[in-house]
């Protein structure tokens, strides 16, 4: 069956190290985007791509990068990790087109410490 | 104004009864809609999605959408406590792929 994978599940990790976190999609979707969740603050969109090597900032951007180099995978990577940065990820994607379901993975809790 | 807007809640309603989720939203050109569930420390699953003014039927939910108003609610029969969760409204902005999300409505159904 075709699904969407986060890796890895939880991370801790310190201020300032580089972090990455994979989302990998088997349903061959171009549109995939990068959310975070807080409380208080819903999700909120990161970066999102509508295909292999195209990438586009959401809403809270800053600090973050991806890559998109094959239809599959958009990892996530935090540059230089901040205790702001502690929350939830969540990977989605969709296909192109009119109605843009979105499918989501499982999330990631990242807590930086 | 936020562009999606729930009220957080909770909502509590006994089992077996209808539970009337709303949804407002400011983009008068919005042509998506589509509602979510997400259970405690998990991912949004994706429950109905609804294009057309009018309603949308899927089992014990149904969907309703009025573009002139700008709203569309979720409705749940019969509810089960299994359905004790928090629902979120998305919207899909202008031509772009994105979703805007509502803050989420908690849905708490008493046995």
């Known amino acids: 069956d075709a699904e969407i994978t986060q890796s890895p599940r939880h991370k801790i990790t310190e201020t300032g190290r580089q972090v990455t976190l994979a989302c990998h999609q088997t349903?061959?979707?171009?549109?995939m985007f990068w959310y975070r969740q807080d409380l208080g603050h819903g999700l909120r969109l990161i970066h999102y791509?509508?295909?292999?090597?195209?990438?586009n900032k959401g809403e809270v951007s800053d600090g973050y990068s991806v890559s998109r180099s094959n239809t599959e995978d958009l990892p996530l990577t935090l540059e230089s990790a901040a205790s702001s940065q502690t929350s939830v990820y969540f990977c989605?994607?969709?296909?192109?087109?009119?109605?843009?379901?979105?499918?989501f993975g499982p999330g990631t809790r990242l807590t930086v410490l | 104004q936020k562009e999606v807007e729930q009220n957080s809640g909770p909502l509590s309603v006994p089992e077996g009864a209808i539970a009337s989720l709303n949804c407002t939203y400011s983009?008068?050109?919005?042509?998506?809609f589509f509602w979510y569930r997400q259970y405690s420390g998990k991912s949004p699953e994706l429950i109905m999605s609804?294009?057309?003014?009018g309603d949308k039927e899927d089992g014990r939910f149904t969907a309703q959408l009025n573009k002139a108003s700008q709203y569309v609610s979720l409705l749940i029969r019969d509810s089960q406590p299994s359905d004790s969760a928090t629902y979120l409204c998305?919207?899909?902005?202008?031509?772009?792929?994105?979703?805007?999300f509502g803050q989420g409505t908690t849905l708490q159904v008493k046995p």
């Open positions: 349903w061959n979707h171009n549109n």
């Open positions: 989605a994607s969709s296909p192109s087109g009119a109605y843009n379901e979105q499918f």
């Open positions: 791509s509508y295909g292999v090597q195209d990438t």
């Open positions: 609804i294009y057309s003014n």
């Open positions: 998305a919207v899909r902005r202008g031509n772009t792929g994105k979703l805007i």
């Open positions: 983009d008068r050109g919005s042509q998506s």
